[in-house]
């Protein structure tokens, strides 16, 4: 059933100051009037009101003072007639208030809100499960990204491109249904223009996803290095918090730690991990063996490269060459001279080896700095449309698969009407990411990652 009442918590369990519960589906007003002092007022309220009043159990006791709030059908969340109930902030008492009330509804399964506000059409889907990201967004340019998603901009943007295939579509289709007439040629330069802009568009916006994937999803660093090369350092540094244990013997960590921090609003999840090197002991390799793994799923690796006095003039293929990095790990990796104190004070800046020191701070900036630009990460990324879900990203590929055999088509003197067959199935991809049409389990696999009561 997708129009019954259904009743969640929205605020999380525990003692506050006060706790929300919302209803929502056609008749939940009358229901809760059933249960509330003055029921008239409830009845009678226009939407958006605030009513204030007596919860009373079904023997007409009191069960809490509260306060509703009332938004009529179209104009609220799920577009429904919906209802919010703040109560006090005692556990035991939203309990009560929920036993009595599922004596009449059913509790709502998680992201059942949003979901009816998406067949309701108050949200399209990509902007459903932005409604999502933003609750779950662990720095303040996740949050932006989820919320510029949220207000549609993507939406928009990709609404634009799609109005753009479906002109260059219905040329191409008048071009068919009038091919026998005396009308003026089709100007097969100008649709090969306006196809490829559309291509470039999108393309531009496929090329960002990878950003927008790991700015959505949390982006992984991972610290690597032989035994003693001050990764638990930088890993304290970092967090600014001494998290790790940090001795002089080589080996201290073993099994790797993670935590996340926020690089300039951007969602960093750091490890620190067991320095590498062939060991016999059994505890210590089963940690070296984590920390390759780590540094294969990584986004990006910091590797250090520790520092002593005698270290002269910096030999980069050497290092590159001692650390035993694959290729593939190396091109993800910034390499770090760690312990930069140490050196003789004139020792001369490479270019491919950033120096640091958790003693005296140098460097920590540049490190930082380092990793956002490596990761292509600048402050203006979430002030554009972003694809951030790799389902979004996937249907726009699928989309300029077909925009691309479109153009071919053209280009090729195929016939127009394979152009408009294929420019069809780039608008039906792009489409799928508003969810004009979604198939049940779609929906049921992005809305059962939501919270309850959303
Ligand atoms: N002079 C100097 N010493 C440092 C610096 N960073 C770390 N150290 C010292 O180097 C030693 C090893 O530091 P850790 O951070 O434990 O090194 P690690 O890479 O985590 O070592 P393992 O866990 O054994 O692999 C400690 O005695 C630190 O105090 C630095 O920037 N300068
Ligand atoms: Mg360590």
């Keep these: 059933m997708t129009n019954d009442i259904i009743i969640a918590p929205i605020t999380p369990a525990g003692y506050a100051a006060i706790a929300v519960l919302r209803l929502s589906g056609k008749g939940c007003i009358e229901l809760l009037a059933r249960h509330f002092q003055p029921a008239g007022k409830l009845l009678n309220s226009p939407t958006h009101r605030l009513v204030h009043g007596y919860l009373q159990d079904s023997r007409g006791n009191d069960l809490d003072e509260v306060l509703l709030s009332v938004f009529r059908s179209p104009h609220s969340y799920t577009g429904e007639d919906s209802l919010e109930i703040s109560c006090h902030g005692n556990p035991n008492l939203v309990n009560r208030i929920l036993k009595l009330l599922l004596q009449s509804c059913r509790l709502a ?239 001369p800046e490479s270019t491919q080896i950033t120096f640091c020191s958790t003693i005296t701070n140098k460097g920590l900036d540049g490190l930082s700095d380092q990793i956002l630009v490596r990761l292509n990460l600048s402050d203006e990324l979430v002030n554009k449309p972003l694809i951030t879900n790799s389902r979004h990203l996937a249907a726009l590929e699928n989309s300029l698969v077909s925009l691309r055999m479109a153009l071919q088509s053209l280009q090729d003197g195929l016939g127009f009407e394979f152009t408009a067959f294929e420019l069809s199935s780039a608008s039906a991809a792009l489409e799928e990411i508003l969810g004009v049409i979604s198939p049940d389990d779609l929906l049921e696999q992005i809305f059962s990652n939501f919270c309850i009561g959303k």
């Excluded at 753009?164 to 007439?181: G, M, S």
């Excluded at 060991?279 to 590797?303: F, W």
């Design 109 to 347: 399964k998680p992201g059942e809100f949003t979901l009816r506000a998406y067949l309701n059409g108050k949200l399209d889907l990509s902007q459903a499960e932005a409604v999502n990201d933003l609750i779950k967004a662990q720095a303040s340019k996740a949050e932006s990204a989820a919320l510029m998603q949220l207000k549609g901009k993507l939406s928009e943007y990709l609404q634009g491109i799609l109005e753009r295939i479906t002109e260059v579509r219905l040329r191409c289709e008048l071009a068919i249904d009038f091919a026998d007439q005396d009308l003026p040629q089709i100007d097969l330069v100008d649709l090969a223009n306006r196809l490829q802009g559309i291509i470039s568009d999108a393309a531009e916006l496929a090329s960002k996803a990878e950003q927008g994937r790991i700015i959505r999803e949390g982006i992984k660093v991972c610290l690597a290095g032989a035994p003693n090369a001050g990764k638990s350092s930088l890993f304290n540094a970092l967090l600014q918090q001494n998290r790790a244990i940090v001795t002089p013997h080589p080996g201290t960590t073993r099994d790797y730690l993670e935590e996340s921090i926020s690089l300039n609003g951007f969602p960093l999840v750091i490890y620190d991990t067991a320095g590498l090197r062939t060991s016999q002991d059994e505890i210590e390799s089963q940690g070296i063996a984590k920390s390759y793994e780590l540094m294969q799923e990584a986004d990006l690796i910091v590797y250090l490269k520790e520092a002593t006095p005698q270290t002269g003039e910096l030999n980069f293929p050497a290092i590159l060459r001692e650390s035993g990095l694959s290729a593939e790990l190396v091109s993800k990796t910034i390499f770090c001279l760690s312990k930069a104190d140490l050196l003789p004070e004139n020792t």
